[in-house]
């Protein structure tokens, strides 16, 4: 079963991961990437504080906690535990995988911090935003997400596993954060 599986994850994988150009690769380069976001979460931060005012402070917090949570729990909970060899680092596929700049990243990708943290933020910022906001959100989170596939770095079940562990997460941190935040808004 799980070998079938994981022979599943790999034909899905060199399918999507097939599926490239150069225009792409420049693009997909920069999904993946941080700092290109930074205008993203400066605008979301701006929408937050529009609409919760001073206890926006909660939420920044509760951003911050997510974030790191999802980050060490996908490394130390998954990574290093599973120790899953990434496509690119894959000997039986090396050969076969498309990377971009020759970047592989670390030997262990399962699950991917990229849509841990992606998820993670995306479904928080957008519960306390709204319904609207949470779908565009998820639909950042899921390019950001399969850019991770597009660069041979993770493969598909990498993403889906981090996907949930993400969103696990920030409905936990919300269920605390958002009583706190009412409490001081209208406190």
Known sequence: MIETLEQWDHDLFLLLNGF????????????????????????LLYVVFKKYGK?????????????????????KLFK?????????????????VHTVNNKCG??????????????AIATLLGMFINRKAL???????????????????HY????????ILGVFISVAIYRIASPIQKYFQHG
């Open 55 to 75: 206890s926006v402070w909660v939420i920044v917090v509760a951003a911050a906690v997510t974030v790191a949570f999802a980050d060490q729990f996908s490394v």
């Open 20 to 43: 490239h150009s150069e225009a792409l690769d420049f693009i997909m380069w920069h999904v993946s990437g941080k700092l290109q976001w930074i205008p993203l979460y400066l605008f």
């Open 106 to 119: 670390g030997r262990f990708g399962f699950v991917s911090s990229h849509a841990t943290n992606s998820f």
């Open 156 to 163: 598909p079940l990498d993403i889906l596993c981090g996907a």
């Open 80 to 96: 290093e535990v599973f120790e899953r060899w990434r496509p690119c680092h894959n000997l039986d596929l090396q050969d076969l």
């Open 135 to 153: 779908i565009l959100l998820l639909f950042w989170a899921s390019l950001v997400s399969y850019s991770r596939v597009y660069l041979g770095v």
